[in-house]
């Protein structure tokens, strides 16, 4: 008997994750979601170039089996809501999933889908590489020096969305609750909300920032955070931070403070910074900089800030991930007013998209669709949100410029010449 109401599983075999390790078979089954309004052109670019840099990478040996699930829009029409059980129980069961951009139904009592998504399967990380590409027109005199990878903590802050509006039985209950019990006063008027930032929380999202500098070689970590002034959530956040370098990794990592000519060489160094001036330095100084680990409002603000800087969120590929499921997404809205165009750039899904297969361990393919990203910018055929900016660009469609990702891989590979995973 199926597991799913309205969906059958593909050919293929799961992917499995046991101990904080994947097993990735040669056939892996990955579902995926078109998101709406640009979601379908997007998509339909992404999976053009997923294809076939695998396929260029690793010949038939490798192969992905595509499932599509549904959210958003196209979900409502399938099952009348817009994200349904199946939809969950096919990205635990299959453990990565890739999704296009999706809208937060208008009205009274929609979360937001993303974040459900977030909370429901618990991806606890959301991790965000900003990085320039070469061409791509940016604010910045120097965007070549941004090279970070962004760790916002995904499930807690003031995105747990426990809140009462101004006026509501809830917000007169709580005020009267701090009044009898602390002696608070607020003002009658107040909307409130609760900030709540754990231990728990905030060690496995440290963890995993410092544990990615360790895997990729990266020379440190930033804890950022606002506790001069919240110094019982994101005060905690920094010292819990440090807590887990000094305790799971000290033959790995150094703090800041404890840095000199003789101690600390090749160790990652662990820094922390107040929110505020980290914008500073992300300006300033961003190559002393390489993996910042965050809460989440500030990741929030930190990962669109930092994509600016080099070029906008049309470039910024993003991930979700937790201990027993990932999901790598497009980090922009769904646009609806360009629906069925075929004009947006896709290069934030498809590098999503290379996030995803460096996370399964298909490196070649991922290292491959990079470097056809970088040529096609280079060679100045782009999509319009570059062109307008590049003195001398040739305009292409989203479908065109992916069909200039794939070539410039091909040229990169002589026929029947693979890589090797």
């Known amino acids: ?43 339909t670019a992404a999976r053009r170039v997923l294809d076939a840099a695998v396929e260029l990478a690793y010949g038939r040996a490798k192969r992905i089996q595509w499932f599509e699930i549904f959210a958003g829009e196209k979900a409502f029409h399938q099952y009348g809501e817009y994200l349904p059980d199946d939809t969950l129980t096919a990205i635990r069961d299959c453990s990565v999933a890739i ?10 009592g929609f979360r937001s889908l993303n974040v459900t998504l977030r909370q429901e399967l618990d991806l606890y990380a959301c991790i965000r590489p900003v990085r320039h590409f070469p061409g791509v027109p940016s604010p910045m005199l120097h965007p070549e020096k941004v090279d970070i990878v962004i760790f916002r903590e995904n ?41 709540p930032m754990s231990a728990t929380g905030s060690k496995r999202l440290v ?10 070689r990266l020379p440190s970590v930033t804890l950022v955070h606002k506790g001069n002034i ?21 033959d790995d ?39 910042l680990a965050m809460p989440n409002l500030n990741g929030d603000y930190f990962s669109d800030a930092a994509a ?29 007013r360009y629906a069925g165009q075929d004009k947006v750039n896709p290069s934030s899904l498809i590098l999503s998209g290379v996030m995803m297969l460096r996370h399964i361990g298909w490196r070649a393919a991922a290292d491959l669709i990079v470097k056809g990203i970088e040529k ?14 590049m003195q001398g660009a040739k305009l292409v469609k989203c479908s065109e410029f992916a069909n200039e990702i794939v070539r410039h891989m091909k040229l990169m590979f002589p026929e029947n010449r693979h890589a090797h995973s």
């Open 1 to 43: 008997m199926s597991k799913y109401r309205k969906m059958s599983r593909p050919l293929g075999d799961k992917i499995s994750i046991a101990d904080g390790e994947l097993t990735v078979p040669d056939q892996p089954v990955i579902p995926f979601i078109e998101g709406d309004g640009i979601g379908p052109d997007i998509w």
């Open 376 to 389: 096609s910018i280079v060679a100045g055929t782009v999509t319009y949100d570059l062109a307008r900016q």
């Open 253 to 291: 990592t150094i703090a800041e403070r404890e840095v000199d000519a003789q101690v600390g060489a090749g160790k990652i160094i662990i820094k922390d910074r107040i929110a505020d001036a980290m914008f500073q330095q992300l300006l300033l100084r961003p190559e002393d900089y390489s993996v």
């Open 155 to 195: 499930t807690e802050d003031v995105y747990a969305g426990i809140e009462w509006p101004a006026f509501s039985p809830g917000a007169k209950q709580m005020m009267d609750f701090l009044k009898q019990t602390f002696d608070i006063s607020l003002r009658s008027d107040s909307g409130i909300g609760i900030k």
């Open 99 to 108: 999704k296009g951009p999706l809208t937060t139904p208008i009205g009274g």
């Open 308 to 336: 600016a800087q080099v070029g906008g969120l049309g470039m910024a590929p993003g991930a979700n991930i937790g201990d027993e499921a990932a999901v790598f997404e497009a980090t922009h809205g769904s646009a609806p």
């Open 207 to 216: 963890r995993r920032a410092i544990q990615y500098a360790i895997d990729e």
């Open 230 to 250: 919240l110094k019982y959530t994101e005060g905690a956040f920094r010292d819990w931070g440090y807590a887990v370098a000094q305790q799971e990794f000290e």
